[in-house]
């Protein structure tokens, strides 16, 4: 089963920026819609942002326009700008297919807080 490696994240003050990087490995990449999800504590998971194969991205509306996805399928990786981060975008982020068909990976912690 396809196993994905999200990095980048980490402890920023609100209004901070964070870039998340997920690598898909072992796996035709390109024609695959992929997402990027967060899991708060006591929350379900949701999703965030995703991409199409043709680089068409749809957001959650609250982090439209401050969060933006992108993909680079020779590098198998997509990523996740984060932008104004706020106190209520912290979570655990993952990335997985969109919808989700991989193992889910361990996640990345993001925490905004002064």
């Known amino acids: 089963q396809v196993q994905v490696v999200e990095s980048g994240g980490g402890l920023v003050q609100p209004g901070g920026t964070l870039r998340l990087s997920c690598t898909v490995p072992g796996i035709i990449f390109r024609p695959i819609t992929m997402g990027w999800y967060r899991q708060a504590p006591g929350n379900q998971r949701e999703l965030v942002a995703s991409i199409t194969s043709g680089d068409i991205a749809n957001y959650k509306d609250s982090v439209q326009g401050r969060f933006t996805i992108s993909r680079a399928n020779a590098e198998h990786t997509v990523y996740l700008q984060m932008n104004s981060l706020k106190p209520e975008d912290t979570a655990v982020y993952y990335c997985?297919?969109?919808?989700?068909?991989?193992?889910w990976g361990q996640g990345t912690q993001v925490t905004v807080s002064s």
């Open positions: 997985n297919a969109n919808p989700a068909f991989m193992r």
